[in-house]
């Protein structure tokens, strides 16, 4: 299962497993955030190749518009598909303290 | 039974007052004498201002207080009170304000003129489940007892159960006149302190048994579930008489309560140890093999006192390992500090066979010992079959070999085999991506049935989920369910995807998706195949033509793989 929901001071939060069946509400969720955006991953327990689409996609649109898509608090399976697709060479991140 | 886990380790200081306690409740009494000993130890260690056992009497299904010899004892029915509640749940119960408790009888007060603040009732249950008794704790110096409290109360009632039920045990079998003297007892103890029946352990065959020779002997063992792992103890107490007896049960009775407290293995072990050094005569000792294993990793972490060969059967090409002595016996002299603990793995199919000397030097007429190299034969040839089977067929032998002539010494086995790889986690999934959830769950059950460690969960999920979906999204209208097979391999795990009514579709020739690329030319998409190969160990892929059926098969060990270094990139973080 997956949340996604605004959390305090302009971060969003994200929990669960961000997998093929989760990507659509993730995206639709994102479709709606503006400026610079961080995203809190430090419930976020997975995320696969359909989640980097929606994380590209977003930030795609984000830089566009002057604004980015921030990453904090990402665990290790995280961080290692980030590491492997390149992504953290595309996202600011943070990870988990 | 249960209690809350301790929140605060036991101190050093602490362990020993416990242990002491637990090797005074190892020596024989009499019931009198143990019920004094019982409250006597039980105030002792959790600073108690009074204590009281109350025995069950199964026949009337009544609580005895036995109040002094000579007086009749109090009788309550076994649902009376908080006594009454405590033997019915088997839970402990601590009342930290007892006269704001209505279950609290306070006509015991009036009469004593005893005024109770705080009470602590925990159930006596012995290693056969049966319930004993209960004790009651009163007025905790300085305060009420707490969750710290509980624990310890825990763990002593354990033992103070056993040694209530030993000496119930030991005084009808006087009575009986089955016993004539003091040694014939001592060895009833020594027995009655093993376990009466085998842990289960997932993936794990355990077996003990312990066959005492006519006359003397000092072996004991134990295997025992503890938070740290499975306790594995077998042990050796020198010399003859009663005296082996009744330290190898002292030893036994304070290994397991240290575990029980939660206790690693070098403290416990060099605890036990420096007690015995004190207690034993010059000339005792016991050589002893202590250990834990965890289920999960496999892994055996032990110290051994003078307790050797241990043997390690290695399953993938049939031969033993033998490992030493790791220090000297218990009790031979207080050790000042102890060598780290030795470790070995057990792959599928290995086993870990623990025999006492009694096995090795098992004499035939002309004083030949059966030794080493028979007992390896035969647990290569019976390393197969269930572990009790094995030492059923040992026994038979070391018979065989003596030709008659009677055992000489205790025969203890302890064997511990990790099964060989179960048979595959099966099912079939529907050709949907909200078919997700159920893989998860099943992937996450499989792992566990199949003892895979979880920590390449996360990317044994990443390859199903790719190569799932991708077989949702590109099956050309095949109705037909996608089936997923998990089975455990040595060091981690091997998933294989079968998709039917399919055409040829190499999933695995896909090209590397070039991860360089700055982010106005890089695309969603493109990315399961390549992030794969850097998270599992290998990915093949097989189609029949007849069959019309696709199947991939990818494996994942090690749980570091994952954190390969990422090759040819810089390093810098894009802001």
Known sequence: MLTIEPGAEGVVVVAGRLDAAQAPAAQAFLDGVAGVVTLDCSRLEYISSAGLGVLLKTQKRLLGAGGKLRLAGVNRHVQDIFLYSGFDQLFEIEPAS | ?575
């Not at chain 2, 009663?242 to 407290?261: K, Y």
């Not at chain 2, 799932?468 to 091997?494: H, L, R």
């Not at chain 2, 189609?543 to 570091?560: C, H, L, N, V």
Request: charged fraction near 25%; charge should be negative; hydrophobic fraction near 45%.
């Open chain 2, 1 to 575: 039974m249960t209690a809350r886990p301790r929140q605060h380790p036991l101190s050093v200081g602490d362990l020993e007052a416990i242990l002491e306690v637990t090797r005074a409740l190892a020596s024989p009494f009499d019931l009198m004498t143990m019920l004094a000993e019982v409250v006597s130890a039980a105030k002792q260690v959790l600073k108690a201002d009074r204590g009281s056992v109350w025995l069950y009497d199964a026949a009337s299904d009544e609580l005895v207080l036995e109040v002094a010899t000579g007086i009749p004892p109090v009788r309550e029915p076994a649902s009376a009170g908080l006594v009454g509640a405590c033997a019915r749940s088997r839970e402990i119960i601590n009342v930290p304000d007892c006269y704001a408790d209505p279950r609290f009888d306070r006509r015991v007060d009036r009469e004593s003129g005893y005024r109770t603040r705080c009470l602590l009732t925990l159930p006596l249950v012995d290693h056969q489940d049966a319930l004993v008794g209960v004790m009651q704790l009163l007025n905790k110096e300085g305060g009420a007892f707490d969750a710290d409290d509980e624990a310890v109360a825990v763990a002593l009632a354990a033992q103070c159960a056993v040694a209530l039920q030993r000496v119930r045990m030991t005084e009808a079998l006087i009575e009986g006149e089955r016993l004539r003297n003091e040694l014939g007892m001592a060895r009833v103890v020594q027995m009655s302190a093993l376990p009466a029946t085998m842990p289960v352990l997932p993936g794990y065959d355990v077996f003990g048994v312990s066959k005492p020779a006519e006359q003397t002997g000092g072996d004991t063992f134990d295997l025992q579930l503890t938070e740290r792992g499975l306790l594995v103890v077998l042990a050796d107490a020198a010399g003859h008489g009663i005296a082996p007896a009744l330290s190898v049960t002292q030893m036994h009775a304070m290994l397991r309560m240290a575990f029980r407290l939660g206790s690693d293995l070098q403290t416990s072990f060099a605890q036990v140890n420096n007690q015995l050094a004190e207690t034993l005569p010059d000339d005792r000792f016991i050589t002893a093999f202590v250990g834990l294993l965890d289920a999960a990793s496999h892994r055996v972490e032990y110290q051994s006192g003078g307790q050797g060969p241990l043997l390690h059967f290695h399953a993938a090409n049939a031969t033993c390992t033998r490992h030493g002595p790791t220090c000297l016996p218990l009790g031979a002299m207080p050790a000042a500090s102890l060598r780290p603990a030795a470790t070995f793995d057990l792959a599928p199919g290995d086993i870990l066979v623990l025999l006492s000397d009694g096995v090795y030097e098992y004499q035939d007429a002309n004083h030949a010992e059966f030794g080493e190299a028979r007992v390896e034969a035969v647990v290569a040839s019976h390393a197969g079959k269930p572990m009790a089977e094995l030492a059923a067929m040992l026994e038979t032998e070391l018979v065989a070999f003596a030709r008659g002539v009677p055992q000489q010494d205790d025969v203890t086995m302890v064997l511990i085999k990790r099964e060989a790889s179960a048979p595959a986690e099966h099912l079939d999934f529907a050709r949907r991506i909200d078919a997700l959830q159920d893989i998860v769950a099943f992937t996450a059950e499989a792992f566990r049935r199949q003892g895979v460690d979880r920590e390449l969960l996360p990317s044994v999920d990443f390859a199903l989920e790719e190569l799932f979906t991708n077989m949702v999204k590109y099956g050309g209208g095949s109705s037909a369910p996608v089936g997923i097979d998990i089975v455990g391999v040595p060091g981690g795990v091997e998933v294989t995807l079968t998709d039917h009514d399919v055409e040829r579709f190499d999933v695995t020739r896909a090209p590397d998706a070039d991860v360089s690329l700055p982010i106005e030319q890089r695309v969603p998409g493109g990315l399961g195949l390549h992030l794969i190969r850097r998270l599992v160990d290998a990915v093949e892929y097989d189609y029949s033509e007849a069959a019309r059926r696709s199947r991939i098969t990818f494996r994942k060990t090690g749980p570091d793989a994952t954190r390969r270094p990422a090759e040819g990139r810089g390093g810098h973080v894009d802001d």
